[in-house]
């Protein structure tokens, strides 16, 4: 028998889903405590490419740098999927959160009349709070192959505000942007054609049409940003995000430093 979250998001959501990869298997959870666990899980036991798993609820969701991600149970889009793009390189695997963050905005735009902005790496805004992340997870052959990724994101989709100011000011959600409830099995259909092409096209060699589209939504650039490194913090200005997608931010001093891991805060213009 199923589930609630079976018959009102998964069940419509699979209901004429035009895709030839993405969510060819997709599978629906009332609770879990990670969608990018149970990913790859499946990854490692040999699954084919293009499994979704979603969630009404995860109790110990992950985002980056080991942070947790919650969210009430029904207030939001938690999934996770397979990809094998054994032709990317593993130096090239930052194309994925690309990828992720491209589909997602894309989808989100098609259902709604919000417009998403990012901020590296792998953050969704709306009028600068965040909606969404993304978290990619890899193994890989060698330095020349990857075997598979996992590719996780939460999306606030119904969320209200909480009891703590510190999340209410940082936090949006579709709901709050939009000013009404999001229906939640269209915008995972359409999340999940929208991964679809993006996946095909980035398969088919259209690097650059990607990197451009990311690009064309990121808002990082141009601002003076706060890098906190594990060994040391600055303050610069970002420039630009290499082929590898390490973000270049020119210091005080005048020296480009280029981040590959660690947190970038944009500090808040001062007006005078």
Not at 189 to 212: F, K, T
Not at 230 to 254: I, K, P, Y
């Amino acid at each position: 028998m199923l589930t609630s979250f079976e018959q009102t998001i998964i069940e419509p959501a699979r209901y004429q889903l035009e895709t030839l990869i993405i969510g060819q298997e997709l599978l629906g959870l009332e609770q879990t405590a990670s969608t990018n666990s149970l990913i790859r899980e499946r990854a490692f036991a040999g699954v084919s490419e293009g499994l979704v798993i979603v969630a009404n609820e995860q109790t110990a969701g992950r985002g980056r740098r080991g942070r947790t991600w919650s969210a009430p149970a029904g207030s939001s889009l938690l999934l996770s999927l397979l990809l094998r793009p054994t032709w990317l390189l593993p130096s090239e695997s930052f194309l994925l959160t690309m990828l992720a963050a491209v589909a997602i905005s894309e989808a989100i735009e098609r259902e709604t009349n919000c417009k998403v902005e990012l901020k590296w790496p792998n953050d969704l805004l709306i009028n600068g709070r965040k909606l969404a992340g993304i978290l990619v997870e890899l193994e890989t052959a060698g330095p020349e192959r990857l075997r598979w990724a996992v590719i996780g994101s939460g999306i606030n989709v119904n969320w209200q505000p909480t009891e703590d100011p510190s999340i209410n000011q940082a936090a949006t959600s579709l709901a709050l942007e939009c000013g009404k409830d999001v229906d939640r099995a269209a915008l995972l259909r359409a999340i999940l054609q929208s991964y679809d092409r993006q996946y095909l096209s980035l398969r088919s060699g259209r690097r650059e049409a990607l990197r451009q589209a990311w690009l064309s939504r990121l808002t990082t650039l141009g601002q003076t940003v706060e890098v906190e490194l594990s060994s040391h913090n600055f303050t610069g200005v970002a420039e630009s995000v290499d082929q590898h997608g390490g973000l270049q931010v020119r210091s005080s001093d005048g020296q480009l430093h280029t981040v590959y891991a660690g947190d970038v805060k944009v500090r808040p213009v001062v007006q005078a």
